[in-house]
């Protein structure tokens, strides 16, 4: 099973970065998916999941209106559009994949991709 994260970079902020995490040797639409972040010195953190199915979705509280995930299943793809970048958003974010089911903490989880830099400037 591999998950491969990209789409990171840097950006100033207020600007947007469209992530997206490509999935091999796992039945996508069997599994739940979600993104998470860690900042330096700081713990994992849950940003958004999103159901098989794509038609549930949740994100972390500080994230909401500014972050989309959605996935395409025929693709075996996950997305996360990031608007309005702020420089608190700087982190590596990782995507991970649990089967059946989607949740918000990091244990909950199975298979984890890389992460990706994403640097969000003042």
């Known amino acids: 099973v591999q998950l491969q994260a990209s789409g990171g970079g840097l950006v100033q902020a207020g600007g947007s970065l469209r992530l997206s995490c490509a999935t091999s040797?796992?039945?996508?639409?069997?599994?739940?998916m979600g993104w998470f972040r860690q900042a330096p010195g700081k713990e994992r953190e849950f940003v958004a999941s999103?159901?098989?199915?794509?038609?549930?979705?949740y994100y972390a509280d500080s994230m909401k209106g500014r972050f989309t995930i959605s996935r395409d299943n025929a693709k075996n793809t996950v997305y996360l559009q990031m608007n309005s970048l702020k420089p608190e958003d700087t982190a590596v974010y990782s995507c991970?994949?649990?089967?059946?089911?989607?949740?918000?903490?990091?244990?909950?989880?199975?298979?984890w991709g890389q992460g990706t830099q994403v640097t969000v400037s003042s």
């Open positions: 999103i159901s098989r199915d794509g038609g549930t979705t």
């Open positions: 991970a994949a649990r089967s059946w089911v989607t949740g918000t903490a990091a244990n909950q989880y199975t298979y």
């Open positions: 040797g796992l039945a996508f639409s069997m599994y739940g």
